[in-house]
C-alpha cells in the first residue's frame, strides 16, 4: 500500500516563483526522500532527511519534517522551466524493504 | 559511471509469453530492487536482494520471480506474462541504509 501522499497532486506555477510540495505518511520512519521523475524518465535522487532532522538544504531545495505529524514538505526556490517534473517523497523504515513511495505531484512551471 | 542500467528499454510481449528484465550496477551496491510504476501510481516494489545470493518478496510479487546470481546483476523474471503486468519497471540500488536510490532509466513493457 502507498505510505506517502503528496499535495497538491498537480502544481503550475511561473518561472521564478517558489513551489512546495507537502507529503504525509503512516507509520513510524528512518528517513524520507525526495525524487524527481521527468516525463518517461527513471528517478533522480533530490534529498534525504533523518528522523532525528527538522530541515535540510540543498541548492535551491529546502526539505522539512514533522514526525509528530508524520508530514514533510519540499520547498523549490527561484523555480525554473527545467524544474518540470513530477516529485516523490517516499520513506523508508528501520529493514532493508526499499522505499515505499507516494503517488507523486505534478510540477508543471509556466514560462 | 554507468550507474544502474535496465534492459531492454522496451518490450511488447504476447499473454503467456516469458522474459526476463536485467539490471545491471557498477558501484558495488549490496541492495537491490525492482519496482513498477502505473499511471497515476507512485512505483510499488515487487522484490528486493540485500546481496548476492539473496531475494526476497515486496509489495507486489505476483507473477514475478528474481535472481541474484552476481552481487552486480539482479534478474526480474516473467514466466506467463498477463496484460496486468504492462507497467514501467524501474530498478534501483543502494549502498547502505541512509542513502539515497540510484535508479535506472526504465523498462517499458506492454502485454497484449
Known amino acids: 500500500s502507498q505510505q506517502g501522499e503528496e499535495d497538491p497532486q498537480a502544481l503550475s506555477i511561473q518561472e521564478g516563483e517558489n513551489a512546495t510540495m507537502n507529503c504525509s505518511y503512516k507509520?513510524?520512519?528512518?528517513?524520507l526522500q525526495w525524487y524527481r521523475q521527468n516525463s518517461g524518465r527513471g528517478l533522480v535522487h533530490l534529498i534525504l532527511?533523518?528522523?532525528?532532522?527538522r530541515e535540510k538544504h540543498s541548492g535551491r531545495l529546502r526539505v522539512t519534517l514533522d514526525t509528530s505529524k508524520k508530514s514533510s514538505s519540499l520547498l523549490i526556490t527561484a523555480s525554473r522551466a527545467a524544474d518540470t517534473a513530477s516529485y516523490f517523497c517516499?520513506?523508508?523504515?528501520?529493514?532493508?524493504?526499499?522505499?515505499?513511495f507516494g503517488k507523486g505531484t505534478h510540477l508543471i512551471i509556466q514560462p | 559511471n554507468a550507474g544502474v542500467t535496465q534492459t531492454p528499454k522496451f518490450r511488447v510481449l504476447k499473454t503467456g509469453q516469458s522474459m526476463t528484465l536485467l539490471c545491471a550496477q557498477d558501484m558495488n551496491h549490496e541492495y537491490m530492487y525492482w519496482y513498477r510504476q502505473d499511471p497515476g501510481m507512485g512505483l510499488r516494489l515487487i522484490h528486493y536482494?540485500?546481496?548476492?545470493?539473496?531475494?526476497a518478496k515486496g509489495e507486489v510479487p505476483d507473477g514475478y520471480n528474481v535472481s541474484r546470481l552476481k552481487k552486480q546483476n539482479f534478474l526480474l523474471g516473467l514466466e506467463s506474462a498477463a496484460p496486468s503486468q504492462t507497467s514501467v519497471y524501474f530498478c534501483a540500488s543502494r549502498a547502505t541504509i541512509g542513502l539515497g536510490y540510484t535508479f535506472g532509466s526504465g523498462t517499458r513493457l506492454t502485454v497484449v
Open positions: 532527511i533523518r528522523s532525528n532532522e
Open positions: 517516499a520513506t523508508v523504515g528501520g529493514g532493508a524493504d526499499g522505499l515505499t
Open positions: 507509520t513510524s520512519i528512518n528517513n
Open positions: 536482494s540485500v546481496g548476492e545470493g539473496t531475494t
